[in-house]
């Protein structure tokens, strides 16, 4: 006896192709868990038309991310970052003591960073027919989401909810710091181990205690430090120091650090936005 929600689409307003197929198994990929331990549902595909794309669906959209950025804080206050690049084996670690008197308990941040260029996604291995369904993912879904005891806490990471600040630290360098439809990211953590990470009365969002401004603290530092590795490595940023509490502050000082940028001219309206949009991205 199989449980679950089945779907069936009958009369549609058009007939289906092979594309249409394969952007719904992109789309879904998105929403599936990639840790298939950790996975409480699949999402299995049926059509008789086009048995290639048929079957389960695997979370493959968040395997073809350029960055994986990972930063985990004990109980003790120790922090590990680990940063890694699509297509280079080794990640590059770091380990960093937390302020003394923080109130949250442990909580891990997680980033899949993704470049919207098409000349940028073709280096990093995304097929370009894949370019379109990708930028709707990000578009719908890029941004920082909290989960407590794997349930999603309503109210944070909608895309039109900038509940870190991101795009105003994007601003201050938008050659390293991702914007909010760059990345999908998330804070997971376990309400047993932070008992002061509370809702508020209409349960919409999170009472901004001293756990919840740890919370955020922790999360902009490792935004800090994600830019600062991703910055070294594209050398658009000088080296920090290699250890210690030294690296998270000059990281915070780049990230804080704001810069004299003119706006750019708006040349919307006088081109179609089609060129127009891709020019803005690039």
């Avoid at 092979?18 to 599936?32: A, C």
């Avoid at 370019?131 to 806490?153: A, E, T």
């Avoid at 205690?209 to 490595?233: C, H, P, T, W, Y």
Wanted: net charge positive; proline share 5%.
């Amino acid at each position: 006896d199989v449980k679950g929600l089945r779907i069936i689409l009958e009369d549609l307003r058009h007939r289906w192709s092979e594309p249409d197929v394969h952007n719904l198994r992109q789309y879904i990929g998105s929403l599936v868990p990639p840790d298939k331990k950790a996975a409480k549902f699949s999402v299995d595909i049926r059509t008789d038309e086009f048995a290639d794309l048929a079957g389960i669906v695997d979370s493959d959209f968040l395997s073809k991310a350029v960055f994986k950025f990972e930063a985990v804080l004990s109980k003790t206050g120790d922090i590990k970052y680990k940063f890694k690049r699509k297509g280079i084996r080794k990640p590059i670690k770091r380990k960093v003591k937390f302020k003394k008197d923080f109130k949250c308990g442990p909580l891990r941040f997680t980033l899949h960073f993704y470049y919207r260029m098409k000349r940028k996604m073709k280096d990093f291995g995304i097929d370009i027919k894949d370019l379109v369904i990708f930028k709707q993912i990000l578009d719908d879904s890029g941004n920082i989401r909290i989960y407590r005891d794997g349930i999603r806490i309503s109210g944070f990471g909608n895309p039109d909810d900038d509940w870190v600040g991101l795009d105003a630290l994007s601003r201050n360098d938008p050659s390293v710091v991702p914007a909010r439809n760059q990345i999908i990211a998330s804070i997971r953590l376990s309400s047993d181990e932070n008992p002061e990470i509370t809702d508020t009365t209409t349960r919409e969002k999170l009472i901004k205690n001293k756990a919840f401004q740890d919370m955020l603290e922790f999360v902009r530092d490792s935004i800090a430090v994600f830019a600062q590795i991703r910055g070294e490595i594209e050398k658009k940023r000088k080296s920090a120091p290699k250890k210690g509490s030294k690296f998270v502050q000059k990281a915070r000082e780049n990230l804080m650090k704001a810069k004299d940028r003119r706006p750019l001219p708006d040349f919307g309206k006088a081109y179609p936005l089609i060129f127009y949009r891709g020019l803005e991205e690039e």
